[in-house]
């Protein structure tokens, strides 16, 4: 069983950055892909940005330009660089791990707002 461990949420006002952490219990390498998922009140979840075993990333396009996806495979971790954070980017930010199936994390809330 994979465990995936998000961090780095908080409460942050408009403009201002945050940068999300997700811990891996096993070699992220071994993933087809990862990547951040948020759910906004009311809203369905929704892909923010993904990263392949082959480096390649993808973005939603409100948030191009703003967030970056990284990893560390050396610390089996992926963060989410978050910059000019707005109030609609308020919302609970999950890490997802594809191994064949999906497994996720707990979640971390971003709230932004002044």
């Known amino acids: 069983q994979v465990q995936l461990v998000e961090s780095g949420g908080g409460l942050v006002q408009p403009g201002g950055s945050l940068r999300l952490s997700c811990a891996a219990s096993?070699?992220?390498?071994?993933?087809?892909?990862m990547g951040w998922y948020r759910r906004a009140p009311g809203k369905q979840r929704e892909l923010v940005a993904s990263?392949?075993?082959?480096?390649?990333?993808n973005y939603a396009d409100s948030v191009k330009g703003r967030f970056t996806i990284s990893r560390d495979i050396a610390k089996n971790t992926m963060d989410l660089q978050m910059n000019s954070l707005k109030p609609e980017d308020t919302a609970i930010y999950y890490c997802?791990?594809?191994?064949?199936?999906?497994?996720w994390g707990q979640g971390t809330q971003v709230t932004v707002s002044s």
């Open positions: 997802n791990a594809d191994l064949g199936f999906s497994s």
């Open positions: 096993i070699n992220i390498f071994s993933f087809n892909a």
């Open positions: 990263i392949r075993r082959s480096g390649n990333t």
